[in-house]
């Protein structure tokens, strides 16, 4: 690239053009992913923060569940724990609460499910790139655990 | 690279939860990351994969970032660090070592990034100028932009311009574009750092 390419009309002209091509090279849905990615700041939500996952552990420290991944997140009420294994996840609720748990990824829900009395529920199939639980439960606030990739 | 003033109040309304000003980010932003995904020779299925990954963690970073107009660079390293990521997990390794120079090793892309982010930032200025362009100017110009352009009889037909005034307008759009703010401080920017791309 030469310097001072600005001051011939010529030159600008072409770094001009080759500027608006780079801009319209960029496929829509590309830019529209991106733009999928924000939530509005949830003022409600609580969020609940990973406070475990068995992948950061050292494998000596693991379990005998190895093939299983097991994360935990946990707000100021809430604590949730996944355990990833069959292409399934499973959770609990703790306290044990009824409610209704929401997949969200860029583009939003994408899958939704309840848990029963005790806090448990399945989600039938791990989302595939970045997800999210949202976990509503009787009166309370939504709670939002940190987004994870599994 | 030189800063980037309209980013930091961009960040700051974003942070702030303005959807439009994320959304700006995103268009502004997307042309390099999409940009550097092409230099790691990445497809389409793949580079949507970084992408989403990119902007995904920028907005969980969002509030963490302190210095806003080190956004490029932030966003670039981080592109080059899922694209990595994606070629690795896709076994594609040896495309890796085949685009990037190999004095800088098996974990490069470093002189790569850094050319995409020149390059991004040049053309981030010119797409933005063109923007504050009046709209006359942008009509014609855009016109130029074609690899064969129509011929100015074409182009006056189509603008109502004669032919003869053609050539003068597209020289006083291209002295009005170097004027406009955003390529007036990058020329400026540039001019002071010396010899730049």
């Known amino acids: 690239m030469s310097s001072d390419w600005w001051h011939d009309d010529v030159a600008l002209l072409a770094r001009m053009a080759e500027a608006w091509h780079a801009g319209q090279e960029v496929p829509p849905e590309f830019v529209a992913a991106g733009t999928a990615v924000w939530v509005p700041p949830d003022l409600d939500g609580e969020l609940a923060e990973l406070v475990y996952d068995s992948l950061r552990e050292p494998v000596a420290v693991r379990t005998d569940t190895a093939a299983l991944r097991a994360l935990t997140f946990a707000s100021a009420s809430q604590t949730i724990e996944l355990e990833v294994g069959d292409g399934v996840l499973r959770g609990q609720l703790v306290p044990p609460t009824r409610g209704e748990i929401e997949v969200e990824q860029a583009g939003g829900a994408t899958a939704s499910t309840t848990s029963d009395g005790l806090g448990y529920f399945t989600v039938a199939s791990v989302p595939a790139g970045p997800f999210r639980l949202r976990c509503r439960a009787g009166s309370g606030s939504d709670v939002l655990t940190s987004w994870i990739t599994i | ?197």
């Not at chain 2, 942008?138 to 011929?151: E, H, K, M, V």
């Open chain 2, 1 to 197: 690279m030189h800063d980037d003033p309209a980013v930091v109040s961009l960040v700051l309304a974003a942070r702030d939860g303005d959807p439009e000003a994320w959304q700006q980010i995103v268009e502004r932003y997307a042309p390099l990351v999409w940009g550097i995904c092409r230099r790691f020779t990445l497809g389409r299925p793949d580079a949507d994969d970084v992408g989403q990954a990119v902007w995904l963690s920028l907005f969980q970073h969002l509030a963490a970032i302190r210095e806003p107009a080190a956004l490029p660079g932030w966003l670039a390293r981080t592109t080059r660090n899922e694209c990595l990521r994606v070629l690795r997990a896709t076994g594609q390794r040896e495309r890796v070592e085949r685009t990037v120079p190999v004095e800088s090793g098996v974990d490069g892309g470093f002189d790569l990034v850094e050319e995409e982010l020149e390059r991004a930032g040049q053309q981030r200025a010119l797409r933005d100028a063109f923007q504050q362009l009046r709209p006359e100017c942008q009509q014609l110009l855009s016109r130029l932009f074609r690899d064969a352009p129509p011929p100015y009889l074409e182009i006056g037909s189509e603008l109502g311009m004669k032919i003869g005034s053609i050539g003068p307008t597209r020289q006083r759009c291209l002295a009005e574009l170097r004027r406009c703010p955003a390529l007036a401080a990058f020329i400026e920017a540039a001019a002071g750092a010396g010899k730049r791309g």
